[in-house]
């Protein structure tokens, strides 16, 4: 193998896939980038064997070969190198040059053989999607996956896809997101699956404001083709929660509030929140919300916000950072919210979209 590259293209390359890579690999080989050089540029692939990333660069290819590589140590020499100009070059038994005009390293690789394949989905149906719209969908929803690995069927977003509605669910048990969107085509299967939070991360990495990408499956696994990078993941088995249930009906009584004024308003209480001592109070009246936070030994602080309200008078107390997750992702100058008592969730509604979130007790 032997081929030239630009220093930043290929830097770009080797961080766009080595962020799956983990220090405590289950094998060696799974702490390396797999570099396969063609014809069409150079191919970039990891996997921690839950999910795998891969993407194409452009270099001017002078032999065609593979070769896998160290990530960590190779992603080190290339950022630290003097010039722009990268050539590198396999020699035998897996040894690796790279050179620029006055620098040169040597290290050791492992051959490709070792290295997991990445499975394919050929002459399976595609659905596309745009990825703006799906990168604005995980804004929304992401932040509410679990993490208590307990629950594994909560730590993912549930995809579902019905004729030409795709709908994406993630809860922790406390709070709920759910936003459905139109696709531009019309399928004629439905299709339910949970991918896993890491994937999602990747996929939020590497969205792009412009362009579609196609999601395909295949068993237990799914494919992103975002073009030049691809994203290959194993899906959670499982039946994911009637969220369906959980959504409350419509309240006549919402609370008419400016997000950036409740955003800043509940950072700002939640400034004296303890692990023993989370909620925020709201108190809510015709033309005013009371933001407040007490917490013994440490302090108290109380904020008024103008609010439009027709419901009755309450007390309702939240765990700040639901909240605050929720107001900072969304794109809206207003919002409304919906309480109806201190037992029962708030509820914001826009667009195709919904977040529940249940109350705390106060005190």
């Keep these: 193998m032997n081929f030239s590259v630009e220093k930043e293209v290929l830097l770009s390359g080797i961080q766009t896939v080595q962020n799956i890579i983990t220090s405590k690999a289950a094998l ?6 797999l570099i396969e050089s063609q014809s069409k540029g150079l191919k970039l692939t990891a996997t921690d064997l839950d999910i795998g990333i891969s993407c ?8 065609a070969g593979a070769i896998t590589i160290p990530a960590k140590r190779f992603g080190d020499i290339i950022r630290e190198l003097p010039t722009n100009e990268v050539n590198i070059v396999t020699k035998k038994n897996n040894l690796v040059v790279i050179e620029t005009g006055s620098c040169q390293f040597k290290i050791m690789g492992l051959s490709r053989d070792e290295f997991p394949r990445l499975p394919e989905f050929k002459d399976r149906e595609a659905i596309k999607l745009e990825q703006a719209v799906l990168k604005d969908m995980l804004r929304l929803t992401s932040f509410a996956v679990s993490f208590d690995e307990a629950r594994y069927i909560l730590n993912g977003i549930l995809f ?3 004729k030409n509605n795709l709908t994406l ?44 990408l196609s999601l395909v499956l295949g068993g237990n696994q799914a494919m992103f083709d975002l073009g ?3 994203v290959v993941s194993r899906l959670i088995e ?22 950036e004024e409740f955003l800043l308003a509940v950072k700002r209480a939640a400034l004296l929140s303890t692990p023993d001592y989370q909620a925020v109070k709201l108190e809510v009246f015709k033309d005013k919300m009371v933001v ?9 602080s109380r904020e008024e916000v103008p609010i ?56």
């Design 308 to 363: 439009e309200y027709k419901g009755k008078e309450t007390v309702i107390g939240f765990n700040p950072s639901y909240l605050i997750d929720v107001l900072k992702n969304l794109p809206d100058d207003g919002i409304a919210f919906e309480v109806t008592d201190s037992e029962k969730p708030g509820v914001i509604r826009t667009n195709g979209y919904v977040y529940v979130v249940l109350p705390m007790r106060l005190g």
């Design 28 to 33: 060696p080989i799974l702490s390396n980038i």
């Design 238 to 259: 499982g039946e994911f929660p009637d969220f369906k249930q959980v959504v409350p009906a419509a309240s006549e009584n919402k609370i008419k509030i400016d997000r």
């Design 228 to 230: 030049n990078v691809v």
């Design 56 to 63: 194409v660069i452009p270099v001017e290819t002078k032999e």
């Design 292 to 300: 407040s936070k007490s917490t013994p030994d440490i302090g108290e």
């Design 169 to 212: 669910v993630a809860t922790d048990g406390k709070r709920l997101a759910v936003i459905e969107k139109k696709l531009k085509q019309e399928g004629d299967k439905d299709l339910s699956i949970i991918v896993p939070i890491k994937a999602i991360q990747e996929l939020n990495r590497n969205l792009k404001e412009e362009g579609e």
């Design 160 to 162: 579902s896809v019905k």
